[in-house]
């Protein structure tokens, strides 16, 4: 299974949600990771991304071939922008990974665009975590997911229902 997610904000809402995620940043962290995160600190952070007015939005891919999951990648990606875009959302900020990935994933947005599978005015920028607070609502979200998937629905029920996960077959 390979999992890929976004939240969607209003960009009015999102400086006040930076500054409340930073907040609750440990002390020498650079970012919110869930797996890094222990149960004290999960309620916390969950509590916190719940009472943000967003909408959580997860493409789960299966089966996964391990051996080609920038394949999955791709494909979850392709249906991620394509939903954003039938929403209207003007701008997207992927993780950034390493060079050579990051030039294949800004390759992808471009053949989607070309391919008229994305409007040109949906704005996808590589931002690194450490600098954009925003990219550590999707890590809890799917850390959410994930531990759901793992037979522990605890946080992902504390989202009521604010997760949209869409399945498609890679």
Not at 43 to 54: A, C, Y
């Amino acid at each position: 299974m390979y999992l890929l997610a976004a939240v969607v904000a209003d960009p009015s809402c999102c400086e006040p949600a930076r500054d409340e995620l930073r907040a609750v940043l440990p002390k020498g962290a650079r970012k919110l990771h869930w797996t890094d995160m222990e149960d004290r600190e999960k309620k916390q952070v969950t509590g916190l991304v719940t009472d943000f007015d967003m909408a959580h939005m997860v493409v789960v891919g299966t089966p996964l071939d391990s051996r080609k999951q920038e394949h999955a990648r791709a494909k979850c990606m392709e249906r991620l922008l394509w939903e954003l875009g039938q929403l209207e959302v003007t701008r997207v900020f992927l993780e950034q990974r390493t060079h050579s990935l990051n030039k294949r994933d800004m390759a992808l947005v471009e053949y989607l665009r070309g391919s008229k599978a994305i409007p040109k005015s949906l704005r996808v920028d590589i931002e690194l975590p450490s600098i954009e607070p925003m990219l550590w609502i999707p890590d809890q979200v799917l850390g959410a997911m994930g531990d759901a998937e793992a037979d522990n629905d605890t946080w992902l029920e504390l989202y009521n229902g604010a997760v949209q996960r869409i399945d498609i077959s890679i």
